[in-house]
């Protein structure tokens, strides 16, 4: 599965009017630090949502001005705030977006001067049903402010709470158990402060969501009096393989497959992969269902892909395509997939060098069609191997152009003035440095191509 996360963090990126926006979090802060730091605490459920008028910047560009949402306060746990209350959000990736109907639990701070709620950008606060840890905490104050709390959840890949899990806390030589609740809860009161590693029971069918972290255990400092905590979140322990191979049984690089859910339209976004050179896939952390088996799912013909989206076992109508079955903790393999048909390629292979006969290693080589007919893609791009060996399959009958480049900026290199030059013409900027495009009509296989960097290979600066 070609999917990463980093285990309590996120990065959200939205765009705006065509504008990109950013917000990254390095995880949140602690039941008992969140509390602390907040003027008001409370549940509160949103009774309806006015969009605020729309801003624009000095290019006379239009964003979103956020949101007016009209709070009623449920329960009270810290400060004081009226029956209703209003919160507002500006537009940006850091704001949440509120929806009629929906109850927070709000750690909630006051601008005396706009007169509105807002709730700190990585916090805490979060939807009633996401709350369990916190509502146990806040639920039994003032006692549970008074002890150390080591607590978390465990979260299913389609978000259900994982109930009756063993989690072993471990401080040195001692180590304490506590199993989940009903709500995927687990805490402990009254631990000696100091480092703790957290390790759950790996949960039956599942597989950590976060491999870095949740499936070999964490440790966390617990401060004396004070909080911590570790979510940890699983996907389901199930996959599927194959190969993929042309119509002549040779194995296919860079074709890549998704699963889609029986009757739906879109595959799930995280269940995907590409094949290796020897034509592998595999597909996994996939949720128990029945699947097709989907290639080229964008419909688009590309050397890589030359051909028409299709489907297992190697049809390109969707009636005739076979269905799996994925139970928890299934490994299907040998899921091999023929293409029926194709079309033709041919092969482009060469050097790339620099201009005093060096290779280039590990610099880019593509070729881009002045043209190409609709659904079709007439651009390939591939990396040189350490002797600046480049190979590509192109879609027989294009016309185009043939370049190697590489990106560099000012100061990467040393003692290279023809690079330096051509960094100065773009006034210091990062760029992209590339040889004499070579016009190619590719109508049949070229060996010994040559393409050279219009300057000699430079030694890196050294990174102090």
Known sequence: MKLSLPFLACAIMLLLGGRAFACSCAGSPSVCESYAGAEAVFIGSVQRVEQAPPVRDEDGRTF?????????????????????????????????RYEAGQRWLFYAHYDKEKKVWGIRACGRSTRVENGADDLLYLQGLPASAQRTRLSGKLVDYNGAPLAGIRVKLTAGKKSYEVFTDRNGVYEMYGLPPGSYLVKPDLPLGRTPFFRTSAGIGTAVELPARGCAGLDFYYSADSSVSGKVLDP????????????????????????????????????????????????????????????????????????????????????????????????????????LLFEDGRPAAYAFVEFKAESAKAGYSGEVHVTTDAQGRFSLSVLQGLKGRLRGFMSTYAGQYVNCPKLDKLIKEQNGRSLDVGTKPVPVEVTTDVQDLRLVFPFPACAKAKIE
């Open 64 to 96: 979103s001005g956020g949101q007016f949402a009209h709070v009623q306060v449920e329960k009270l746990f810290k400060g004081s705030a009226g029956a209703s209350v209003v919160f507002r959000t500006y537009g940006t990736s850091c704001d949440v």
């Open 248 to 351: 002549d049984g040779r194995a296919m690089n860079k074709v890549c497959l998704s699963l889609l859910p029986k009757d739906d339209k879109t595959p799930p976004t995280h269940v995907f992969d590409c094949t290796d050179e020897e034509g592998r896939y595999m597909i996994d952390e996939v949720p128990p269902g029945e699947y097709l088996i989907v290639f080229n799912d964008d419909d688009e013909i590309s050397s890589d892909e030359p051909f028409p989206k299709g489907y297992y076992p190697g049809v390109f109508e969707r009636e005739k395509a076979t269905l799996i079955t994925l139970s928890a903790g299934a490994k299907l393999e040998d899921y091999d997939i023929r293409i029926p048909t194709q079309e033709p390629r041919r092969t482009l292979q060469g050097l």
